[in-house]
């Protein structure tokens, strides 16, 4: 449907309380996200299960391959053999490995056999496995023949402790290979984690760069009423801090439902009508099933303000504005379409990105971009909108956040977005205004 937007009647609001709201907003600070020590906790514990389980199996391993080899022998020489009761001093004998491990993951810890001093590591690792080979043999044995009511197996005490040793190898073995995993998990979390705050931080600048050049563009146009139209311009003034007041109060990620940044847009739009008047009709096209979805912050007042300034505001007469906003399969379309001057001579529908350190001419770069906002590279900062949507779009969803300027049916200019389409909770966000 079409509806022509007029300025609001009645007298102006006052923007004293802006002041307070910027001060409130910048004094507020998020809550402390403790997410990260908890899965570097839960992380740790999964390492110490695996340590654990792997200790117990390998035991358990070693208790039925000397049972079964016991029995055989036993089987050999003519004997009955008690299975349970062979397994089960088996695993008694094994078992008591166990109270070892703890110190065998101590002098893993301490001693790594890593590429800085592996030969010294090696070497006390060496020593601390025949020591605890021998603590097993020697110390332990006695009590544990006394408590399984037999003595351990025949043969020669060198025997016994090779096998004990062999035994804390393989321990030592999964503990290194548990200790290098987790500290590569641990640099690959800290790598995501400065990529991530490396992206976060170059969104922060594209963002911020797009509320100077907003409020440059719209005080121009306060600015050029402020002689001859004094009422309007002051209007335009109160209505401008009533929508800084809600972009002080936008969210603090990246992103927020279509429906409130159709909010902000509503009051962005209510700022032009008084600067337009009656030269100005906007149609919607906007499908209910899509409000919840989330889009960036701010996506659509750069293209709409675009439309104005290069197409209605560089002509005379009415013209309209019609946004859209649709289902396109898995992906939300955005489209701001105008009816105005159209893209410059010889510009063509662009959609790709600016060249940025890939070796691509840097003049053939610019002539690209300044097509692609459909304005003369004049130096005066026009298309900085229209560019810094598509780096954040790209910065956000990568190959599938597109926005591509072209000519329109009709002729003026439209701005097509598609990005992925994913709804967020109502109740998760809310209007900024």
């Known amino acids: 449907m079409s509806a022509t937007i007029g300025a609001p009647s009645g007298a102006p609001e006052g923007a004293t309380d802006l002041a307070t709201d910027l001060a409130t907003d910048l004094a507020t600070e998020g809550a402390t996200d403790v997410a990260t020590g908890v899965a570097s906790a839960d992380a740790r514990r999964r390492d110490r299960l695996v340590v654990v389980g792997g200790t117990i199996a390998l035991t358990t391993f070693f208790a039925l391959l000397y049972a079964l080899r016991a029995g055989i022998t036993a089987l050999d020489r003519g004997e009955s053999v008690a299975w349970g009761r062979q397994i089960g001093t088996s695993l008694a004998i094994w078992w008591a490995c166990l109270p070892l491990v703890p110190v065998m993951a101590w002098l893993v810890r301490v001693a790594p056999v890593a590429r800085r001093h592996w030969l010294r590591n090696a070497l006390i690792l060496g020593a601390g496995m025949l020591l605890l080979a021998a603590v097993r043999q020697y110390a332990m044995a006695p009590v544990v023949a006394m408590l399984i009511g037999v003595p351990e197996s025949p043969g020669s005490d ?33 790598a995501a984690r400065l990529a991530q705050s490396l992206a976060e931080a170059r969104l922060a600048t594209l963002r911020a760069q797009l509320q100077p050049h907003f409020l440059f563009n719209t005080l121009n146009a306060i600015t050029a009423l402020v002689h001859h139209e004094p009422y309007t311009a002051d209007r335009m003034l109160t209505r401008l801090a009533t929508l800084l007041r809600s972009a002080l109060r936008a969210p603090a990620g990246e992103e927020h439902a279509l429906r409130d940044e159709l909010e902000v847009l509503d009051q962005y739009l209510e700022l032009m009508a008084m600067r337009f008047g009656d030269r100005l009709a906007v149609e919607r096209v906007i499908d209910p099933a899509v409000l919840d979805a989330a889009v960036p912050w701010m996506v659509l007042q750069p293209l709409v303000e675009n439309a104005l300034e290069h197409g209605l505001g560089e002509r005379s007469g009415a013209g309209r504005v019609r946004i859209e906003a649709v289902r396109d399969g898995q992906r939300l379309r955005l489209t701001v379409e105008d009816d105005g001057v159209g893209l410059a001579e010889g510009a063509r529908a662009y959609g790709g990105d600016e060249a940025e350190g890939d070796g691509t001419d840097s003049t053939n770069a610019t002539n690209a971009t300044n097509a692609t906002d459909g304005v003369a590279a004049n130096g005066d900062g026009r298309g900085i909108g229209v560019r810094n949507t598509r780096r954040r779009l790209r910065q956000l969803h990568g190959a599938a956040g597109t926005l591509v300027l072209e000519p329109g049916p009709a002729g003026g200019t439209r701005a097509v977005v598609h990005l992925p389409l994913r709804t967020l909770d109502p109740r998760a966000t809310g209007a900024h205004a």
Do not use: N
């Open 158 to 190: 060198v025997a016994r402790m090779l096998s004990y040793f062999a035994t804390f190898f393989i321990v030592a073995g999964l503990l290194h290979a548990v200790h290098f995993y987790t500290g590569l998990r641990a640099r690959e979390v800290e």
